[in-house]
């Protein structure tokens, strides 16, 4: 089983549409979590971090769910400058990433 | 606002060359990485450093690969005998506390690296 893995997508979604991301991971043990966008050609750059109780950050919202080791990723309202490739990661002690999925909005 | 800076961003070099890429972390960061990205391809972890010490390294990180800190505030990654395989970006990443913790990794901008 891959350490991260992610929906293969891409996804490809009018403006306005509400997205949403799946990421599954294989080491129990694993302590905190992240979602990052990477534009590209460009670095990863941090979106947000999940939280055990879900968190949400303005039209995204993050969810983990220990137990089933799942993580996440809703965008609601989608923007053209949401598109990009969404990067699930996970921190073992160090980042380990996911394959991404990558999203474009259209107008 | 503090970024990590990488240099070249690009360097070409031929098969068989030493290439050695250069990393400036944030400075009070303590944690510090190199990724590798092939073109098309997922981010890749190569190795983590910490306390002038190798914490962690992938499979990918083989004798071929070496990593430094020479001074105080350069993080350097070096590839002996580069082969046509190596070509792909190459990101460094910093963060502030111990790899366990809620705590995001800053990354640079890349240095692109193409073996011909």
């Known amino acids: 089983r891959k350490e991260v893995e992610q929906d293969p997508g891409p996804f490809n979604v009018p403006e306005g549409a509400t997205v949403a991301f799946n990421c599954t991971y294989s080491n129990s043990a694993s302590q905190s979590f992240f979602w990052y966008r990477q534009d590209c050609r460009k670095e990863p750059k941090l979106l947000m971090s999940v939280y055990s109780s879900g968190n949400e950050d303005g039209r995204f919202t993050a969810q983990l769910n220990r137990a089933s080791q799942y993580i996440s990723l809703l965008i609601r309202d989608s923007k053209l400058s949401d598109s990009a490739t969404y990067l699930c990661?996970?921190?073992?002690?160090?980042?380990?990433f996911g394959a991404g999925t990558r999203l474009t909005v259209k107008p | 606002e503090p970024e990590v800076t990488q240099t070249p961003s690009h360097q070409v070099t031929q098969m068989g060359q030493e290439v050695i890429l250069r990393c400036v972390p944030i400075s009070n960061h303590l944690y510090f990485y190199w990724y590798r990205q092939i073109l098309g391809q997922k981010v890749e972890f190569l190795v983590s450093?910490?306390?002038?010490?190798?914490?962690?390294k992938s499979e990918i990180f083989d004798d071929q690969f070496s990593v430094e800190r020479p001074d105080g505030s350069n993080f350097t990654l070096k590839i002996r005998s580069t082969k046509l395989e190596d070509s792909a970006m190459y990101f460094c990443?910093?963060?502030?506390?111990?790899?366990?913790?809620?705590?995001?990794?800053?990354f640079g901008q890349g240095t692109r690296l193409t073996v011909v």
């Open positions: 990443a910093s963060s502030e506390t111990a790899g366990w913790g809620n705590t995001e990794a800053f």
């Open positions: 990661v996970v921190n073992i002690g160090d980042m380990r």
């Open positions: 450093f910490y306390n002038n010490e190798i914490s962690e």
